[in-house]
């Protein structure tokens, strides 16, 4: 199977875990049966706006959807037989540090479920731990020769927080840190995962404000035998509307980007109203589909206006 994907790819982000156990749900580390059930009700209504995006007008075929085993209860099957591309993650929740969820057992639960994607995060900064980052590579690298001697697709969901020097050097600003050391790290690490050999698919990084770096980023997943296919879709970092829309026209008219992977920019506002109870589950479904729809409109638009 050669490497890359081809063909758009808009998908619809949900594999959160820690954080919907945690953050939305005010749960400890030990939950009981009720409460898994309480999440992955959640988990089916952010679905549910995929469905009705699908009847909205979504191509299925172009459509997909990130979620996890833990609480995604029947989601992956029904997306699956919709015909949406499903991804879902390997990693451990919640961790700086890349492991693998179910150990080495990991193989056995990617063939169950049979994704059309296996997704990892990695948080990944070249100037950061070098231990770390070295310890990460060689489970990676693992993951890479299964998933392709397997004949499975790779999708790599790169995040580059900033060290204490880095931030330092643009006197504490993100935005700045963003704009003026993201792009070239993103890059560096991109490279670094290269030279140890690991090979991915779809490259799911975070949004740049320019397009030149959006055009850097595409050469440097390319570079190399054989990569002439790799692609990247456009991260959403739980943004506001209006910066995940910059991100897009960013990306749209580049050769190399094939769509997104958003998540807690489409569905933060709607879940949050149906569980405070100020909207009920339809409302909710129809917020999401809205806003994935408008995602994939503004992705579009500024892909054929260039």
């Not at 049966?33 to 706006?49: F, H, N, P, S, V």
């Not at 770096?213 to 035998?225: H, I, P, Y």
Request: charged share 30%.
């Amino acid at each position: 199977m050669s490497l890359g994907y081809d063909g758009k790819l808009y998908i619809l982000a949900f594999d959160h875990r820690g954080s919907f156990q945690k953050k939305w749900f005010g749960l400890g580390d030990e939950i009981t049966q009720e409460d898994t059930d309480r999440i992955t009700d959640a988990k089916t209504l952010i679905y549910e706006g995929l469905e009705l995006a699908l009847s909205e007008g979504a191509e299925p075929s172009i459509t997909g959807a990130l979620v996890d085993e833990q609480f995604g209860g029947d989601v992956p099957q029904r997306a699956k037989a919709h015909g949406i591309k499903l991804a879902m993650p390997v990693e451990k929740s919640g961790q700086n540090e890349f492991d693998f969820q179910y150990g080495d057992d990991f193989g056995a639960h990617i063939l169950e479920f049979d994704p059309d994607f296996s997704k990892v995060l990695v948080r990944y900064n070249p100037g950061g731990d070098s231990a770390m980052n070295e310890q990460q590579l060689e489970r990676l690298l693992r993951l890479s020769n299964w998933l392709h001697e397997h004949n499975r697709k790779f999708l790599f969901e790169l995040l580059v927080p900033a060290t204490d020097e880095q931030l330092a050097a643009v006197d504490g600003d993100a935005e700045r840190y963003d704009t003026e050391l993201r792009p070239e790290l993103m890059r560096l690490a991109i490279e670094a995962v290269q030279n140890f050999t690991i090979e991915v698919d779809i490259w799911k990084i975070e949004g740049v404000d320019r397009r030149e770096d959006c055009e850097m980023l595409v050469e440097q997943a390319r570079s190399g035998d054989g990569r002439e296919g790799v692609v990247c879709v456009v991260l959403g970092r739980g943004a506001s509307i209006e910066k995940v829309e910059q991100w897009l026209q960013a990306a749209a008219p580049v050769d190399g980007f094939v769509g997104f992977a958003i998540g807690r920019s489409i569905w933060w506002d709607a879940l949050k109203g149906f569980l405070d109870g100020s909207i009920d589950r339809q409302t909710a479904a129809g917020q999401i589909a809205d806003n994935y729809l408008h995602f994939i409109n503004v992705y579009e638009r500024q892909a054929v206006s260039q």
